[in-house]
């Protein structure tokens, strides 16, 4: 700093000019004046413009705060549109799969019938498990509801038992007996031929040949209901003799002249045919002594006692 009188230099503490004796007390206390306004007003500055920042800093923390809450909703809302879209397109995917499920089980169903009563010697054809579980379940109900109305007195058959019980020991016995025979054609069918034949060739062929058998024991059950009796009777027992003998020889005789045979086919059939014969005996003696024999007893007043 100068002094105002001589201009010499001088320290701020300095209270007199070493040079010429002015008295600096005043200008030391106008400088250390300056200086404190200066300090205050830039203490004052800074605050200002730290509360301006904090301010600021803050309205954007809430800006900030409203767009990311903004955000989520939208996201949210677009999440939710999302999945509703996502929802309806599964839907839709699984609609147009059933109706093509459907269209070709209708298609199939056509080829079978007419693979059915028009070459049916064909040996090349296979039908997909639902096609041939739907016409056996088909085939089982209707049977099932003719029975039923042609005699209303079929529950007494089952005294302590109610009549849903009745229906489901029928259709157990009916299913097991075709599972049976199933069972014993494909063992046949492995320990005949040298060609390893599938069972889903097997159990194909099977329902296809054994339409006959289901349309032969309808007809039975109708004569039946229309009180033809006899005729009804024999009608039905050859309805069991095509299910349960007729059918399984052919399918054995059909590949014995397509497939290469371990042992002439006649010995699988006489195998076949035996086998049937002492499951017939084992498990149909109950059947027909406890269930047949009764209801023939209360029809026409005899029944097949004796006979097992």
Not at 12 to 37: F, K, M, V
Not at 128 to 156: E, K, N, P, W
Not at 213 to 220: D, K, N, R
């Amino acid at each position: 700093m100068k002094c105002p009188n001589c201009g010499q230099n001088y320290q701020q503490e300095d209270q007199c000019c070493g040079h010429c004796g002015y008295q600096l007390t005043r200008q030391n206390d106008h400088a250390t004046t300056s200086t404190t306004a200066s300090t205050m007003k830039e203490t004052q500055q800074y605050s200002t413009q730290t509360n301006d920042d904090n301010v600021e800093s803050r309205r954007d923390k809430e800006n900030f705060k409203r767009g990311t809450t903004s955000h989520q909703t939208k996201r949210k809302l677009s999440t939710l549109g999302e999945n509703d879209a996502h929802f309806e397109e599964i839907m839709k995917d699984k609609t147009a799969s059933f109706e093509h499920k459907m269209k070709d089980l209708k298609d199939e169903s056509k080829q079978f019938f007419n693979h059915v009563f028009k070459s049916s010697d064909q040996s090349d054809v296979i039908y997909s498990y639902r096609l041939l579980v739907t016409l056996m379940c088909a085939g089982l109900f209707l049977s099932t509801l003719l029975v039923i109305i042609l005699s209303s007195d079929i529950f007494l058959l089952f005294p302590e038992s109610s009549p849903f019980k009745a229906i489901f020991y029928m259709i157990v016995i009916i299913l097991g007996s075709l599972a049976l025979s199933v069972s014993i054609l494909y063992g046949i069918v492995k320990y005949t031929f040298t060609t390893a034949i599938e069972f889903h060739k097997v159990f194909s062929d099977y329902i296809a040949i054994n339409t006959f058998s289901v349309l032969a024991l309808m007809i039975g059950l109708v004569l039946g209901i229309l009180s033809i009796f006899k005729l009804a009777l024999i009608i039905m027992l050859l309805a069991f003799v095509l299910l349960y003998m007729v059918s399984p020889t052919y399918i054995l005789v059909k590949y014995s002249g397509v497939y290469p045979t371990k042992i002439a086919s006649i010995y699988g059939i006489i195998i076949y045919q035996f086998v049937m014969m002492v499951m017939v005996y084992l498990l149909g003696h109950m059947i027909i002594q406890q269930i047949i024999n009764d209801y023939l007893m209360k029809l026409f007043g005899s029944g097949f006692s004796g006979l097992l």
